[in-house]
């Protein structure tokens, strides 16, 4: 199936070994895709798509918090494919701190690469997908944002992601006429790298004693959400949240 056949697709925050968007992007392209890998470092931009594949595909440097590198980067995919049909809002960083510990600095920096990045990513790309009357954009918010944390990430990290879920859905209400759908997915805990090695086996064991599925989830669990929210057989949903945790938050 060629699900997203001749899309054009950013993904912020792609470039991470064994990251969400890295596998968003593989998914992605084996159902039809070009990808565009936008994270912080070019060469490794680069690197990871070239991984993916020699063809339809491109690595671009974008610091998300910053409005000019994040417009710089759409341009470069507009000069090169002259469209932008699905934003992936992906990047992201957490930092394991407890309330009275956040410093201004902390706030800054995981509020800044999740909301901000999501609302300025959003901005370079919404013009484009209006003029096409047609587009997607879908957010790594977190379960973290529904159930205050706990898992890994402060209560900053938190904010951060219930912030982009309330961002996604006043987006999604503005641009439904264009016909552009704004969804968010929340996953729960997923072995990628962005713990930094500081999750333990014995936080991993305590944490599966409430995970009905029993299992933790790979990024491959969360790309296939991604695909759903990405394509057509989405075509009526949008302003939703599709929880991609293995149970472990329900209501
Ligand atoms: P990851 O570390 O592999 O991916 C995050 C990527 O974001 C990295 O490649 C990093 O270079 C990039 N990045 C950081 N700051 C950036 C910036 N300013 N501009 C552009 N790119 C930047 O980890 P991951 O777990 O795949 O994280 C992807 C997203 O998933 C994040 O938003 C994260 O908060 C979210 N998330 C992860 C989990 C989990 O358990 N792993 C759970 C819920 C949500």
Not at 43 to 48: D, I, L, N, T
Not at 80 to 86: E, L, P, Q, S
Not at 201 to 220: F, V, Y
Request: aromatic fraction near 4%; charge should be negative.
């Amino acid at each position: 199936t060629q699900l997203l056949d001749n899309k054009v697709c950013i993904i912020t925050g792609g470039a991470g070994p064994r990251g969400i968007g890295k596998a968003t992007a593989r998914l992605f392209h084996q159902h039809g895709a070009t990808v565009v890998i936008a994270d912080l470092d070019e060469e490794k931009s680069r690197e990871a798509a070239a991984e993916i594949a020699a063809e339809r595909t491109m690595g671009v440097a974008c610091d998300v918090t910053d409005k000019a590198s994040c417009e710089t980067a759409v341009k470069a995919v507009m000069e090169r494919y002259g469209r932008v049909d699905v934003l992936i809002n992906n990047a992201g960083i957490t930092q394991p701190l407890k309330t009275l510990e956040i410093s201004p600095e902390n706030y800054e920096q995981v509020t800044d690469v999740s909301l901000r990045g999501m609302l300025y990513m959003s901005q370079s790309v919404l013009p484009h997908m209006a003029e096409q009357r047609g587009g997607a954009i879908v957010n790594t918010s977190s379960v973290s944002a529904q159930r205050g944390g706990g898992i890994f990430g402060g209560p900053h990290y938190s904010a951060a992601k219930a912030g982009m879920l309330g961002l996604a859905k006043a987006m999604a209400r503005e641009y439904g006429q264009y016909n552009i759908r704004i969804n968010s997915v929340t996953p729960g805990l997923i072995q990628t790298d962005i713990t930094g090695g500081k999750l333990t086996d014995e936080m991993k064991t305590q944490i599966l004693t409430g995970i009905p599925l029993n299992r933790l989830g790979d990024a491959q669990d969360v790309a296939k959400g991604f695909l759903f929210l990405a394509s057509d057989l989405s075509s009526y949903t949008t302003g939703a949240v599709l929880d991609i945790n293995g149970g472990m938050h329900m209501y």
